[in-house]
Each structure stands twice: as C-alpha cells, then as structure tokens.
C-alpha cells in the first residue's frame, strides 16, 4: 500500500502541470473531435505560402489541407518534424477522414505555442484558441520569428468548412 502511495506521488511529481494541461484541453474540445497537435520552432513553410509573405502587420496566419500532398506542396524539403507528423496524418482527400491546420504567429524567439481549446461556432465550423507561453504581457520585438503550431483534426461531423485560429489578440480565418 505505502510503495503504491509513493509511487503515485513520485509520478505526479514527475507529470506536475502536463496532467493538468492535459485534461484542460481535453475538456475544452468537443467529444465528437479528435485533434493532436505539435508545436514547431520555426517555419517549416516555403517562405511565400508562410506568414512571412503576408503584410507585415498580420502576425497571424493559417493554413488548412486535405491532402498530403498539398501539404508537402508548401513544406521545406528540411522540415523532417513537420513531414513526420504529415505522414502519421490520413487525410480527407486521400481517404482518410483527417484535416491539418497549420497556425503560425510572428513573435518573440521566448514564446511557444500550443492548443488551448477548440470550440464549434456553427454547424460547420470551428474555433481553435492557441495560447503563447513562455512570455507575459504585451509581446512585441523589432525581429519577430516564425512559431509554428501543427494540427490534425477529426471530426465525426465531416470536415469543417472554416476555422478561425485564435492566438493572442489577433485571429485567422482559413476556409477548409
């Protein structure tokens, strides 16, 4: 009884905040989604499909696919974690019944995303919320940096037709 108390603890320890994130989001999606994400320091986007070749002051930008090779159309040849994450993905167009969102924000290096909630706005659509961890407070630098957040949707609804991603004070609207 006492080696199972300490190994609960020990465990706890060992996961303090990843648990709590964990249920946290989980709480915040619909049961009738699937969605995994990862987040990516950088921009594993060819600089003209990236928020890079948007106006300088849109700091946020989306992208949604349906197919792995339109994704692959738009990644860097050197992106190997965003690739693997594509490959692990089966997609809509290709007879899968996943779609991959891509959400990028022009920031501090500090910052990272990461998924905070997915709400549905309509029969077919979606909001996602990405938080930005790692700075406090108003975040603006003279050299901004492309961070990246990858996510793989499910939903047993069919695809959405539009998501917005949320990140900060600003949105993104992507039509799927």
């Known amino acids: ?16 905040g990843c648990v709590d994130r964990l249920h946290d989001v989980a709480a ?21 499909r990236s928020v890079l070749a948007r106006p300088e002051e849109l700091l946020t930008h989306a992208a949604s696919f349906r197919s792995a090779s339109a994704v692959r ?11 693997e994450f594509v490959e692990r993905t089966e997609f809509v167009g290709d ?10 924000r022009l920031t501090v290096p500090e910052a990272k995303l990461r998924l905070g909630g997915i709400s549905r706005t309509g029969d ?19 050299d901004p940096v492309v961070k ?22 600003e949105r993104a609207g992507v039509t799927v």
């Open 148 to 169: 990246t957040l990858l996510i793989r949707l499910i939903d047993e609804r069919g695809p959405p037709e539009r998501v917005i991603v949320s990140i900060g004070d």
């Open 1 to 16: 009884m006492y080696r199972r108390a300490v190994v609960a603890g020990a465990l706890s320890l060992a996961t303090a």
């Open 73 to 83: 159309g738009v990644l860097k040849p050197d992106a190997t974690e965003s690739q």
């Open 28 to 48: 915040s999606t619909p049961r009738d989604l699937g969605v995994r994400s990862r987040y990516v320091d950088g921009n594993p986007m060819v600089d003209s």
């Open 95 to 104: 007879g899968g019944d996943a779609i991959l969102v891509i959400a990028q």
């Open 124 to 142: 077919h659509s979606l909001r996602i919320a990405v938080d930005q961890g790692g700075v406090r407070g108003e975040v603006e630098t003279e």
